[in-house]
């Protein structure tokens, strides 16, 4: 299929740009929709399982073996991440510039700002930056070297947080504290689902990006999302005697409460809840606008989302847990 404007060849391509694209703009690498493709050239999107872990643990080797490589990849065993030693052992290093030969010294494919390292290995050798290992089936370390289920923080269901409980708690990088099982067992205490018997989930819409400032001061797209919503199944909605449109009030265990139009969908399900994330400018029912500078403010302002999520941190993913927790939702009287 080509392009009617420009000619192009588009057979086979994307709507929008893989993830991730490697090297800078001179390289034109296509970008990779599957990172682990050993069908592909690394230079046609293809790639191998990351040796983030090292080469070896325990005297078991957690490199790829012989064979397990990309299509055109010269090094057809594992290998380690790229950086200046590796390619100065396999001869490569003169294939940089001088330039690139300075900004690469003493850096691996991630830190060298030149790009060259990412050039040599994937253009001139087909060869992934990252390396080629085996996948792990035990990750020792994590904090469950076999990922089992962990019950949120707050939960709408003691009975799944008694079967699976939380970490304990932890210091993070050696001194933070980070609260698990204190949190969640004081929830079951407190009885907090009691009072707050819905699922908080949250995500994006099509017209807003981020938190929303820049594309809500757009007229166009603001036009399109006019209110900050929460989706309530009908079934949820009758028992509350909320009607689609309505004003309500969704309140969390932090204390928040946010003042949002419901939208009445079978998209959710009855113990669920779902607001978009886009919105800020409203707090707790009452408009900032007074607090923005003159002509800044968005034509779009709505409550935050974020003001009724809870405390919690994933460990494994590094993240904190601000995209799921718990509430109720009460029509405004």
Known sequence: MKDKDTGYDLTGDYFGLPWPCFGNPELKHPGSPNLYDTTKHVMDGGGC??????????GVNLLAEDGSHSVGSEITTGYPEVDHVFLKKLG??????????????????????????????????GIHVFGNAKARA??????????QHREAL????????????????KKAFWRLPTLYKTVQQKNIADKVHEKFPLILTSGRLVEYEGGGEETRANPWLAELQQEAFVEINPETATQRGIRNGDRVWL?????????????VTERVSPDTVWMPFHFSGRWQGADMLAYYPSGAAPVVRGEAVNTATTYGYDSVTMMQETKTTICDVQKVA
């Open 49 to 58: 399982f990351r040796a983030n872990f090292g080469v070896e643990k325990d």
């Open 92 to 125: 490569w290093w003169n294939e940089l510039t001088p330039t690139e030969q300075a900004a690469a010294e003493g850096k691996n494919w991630k830190t060298d700002p030149s790009g060259g390292l990412i050039r040599v290995a994937m253009k001139n050798h």
């Open 138 to 147: 035990v990750v020792w370390n994590f904090p469950d070297p076999v990922p």
């Open 154 to 169: 707050y939960s709408t269901r003691p009975d799944l947080v008694a079967k699976y409980p939380s970490h304990d708690d």
């Open 251 to 263: 309140k969390s265990p932090t204390g928040a409460q946010l003042n949002v139009q419901a939208l």
